[in-house]
């Protein structure tokens, strides 16, 4: 059975980088498409990007395009989070999903198999 787990959180300053990663077991990632999810405290998760099974096609949140770039390695089943441009309101538990698709259908319609996530803290 996949099980996903998220590394890579911490605090950073505003504009500031850091780089998520989202490691597979029990199941070869190269056949599902993976996301990441957000949700800071108070508000609902949120999809903020995705990455279809071959790496063709990548999707983001407006908020977050130009600044975020997903990335994955099926040879080393991880999935990548390069995080650039932090700003304050990306704080938030980040987790890495799939509905266990080949395209990034989950993040139109929802993910339903999330990791327990890693903490990122944007502040001053």
């Known amino acids: 059975q996949l099980q996903l787990v998220e590394s890579g959180g911490g605090w950073v300053q505003p504009g500031g980088s850091l780089r998520l990663s989202c490691a597979a077991s029990g199941s070869t990632l190269d056949r599902y498409a993976i996301g990441w999810v957000r949700q800071a405290p108070g508000k609902e998760r949120e999809a903020v990007s995705c990455?279809?099974?071959?790496?063709?096609?990548?999707n983001y949140v407006d908020s977050v395009r130009g600044r975020f770039t997903i990335s994955r390695d099926n040879a080393k089943n991880t999935v990548y989070l390069q995080m650039n441009s932090l700003k304050p309101e990306d704080t938030g538990v980040y987790s890495c999903a799939t509905d266990y698709n080949r395209y990034c259908s989950g993040f139109v319609w929802g993910f339903n198999y999330w990791g327990q996530g890693t903490q990122v803290t944007v502040s001053s």
């Open positions: 990455i279809d099974s071959a790496a063709g096609s990548t």
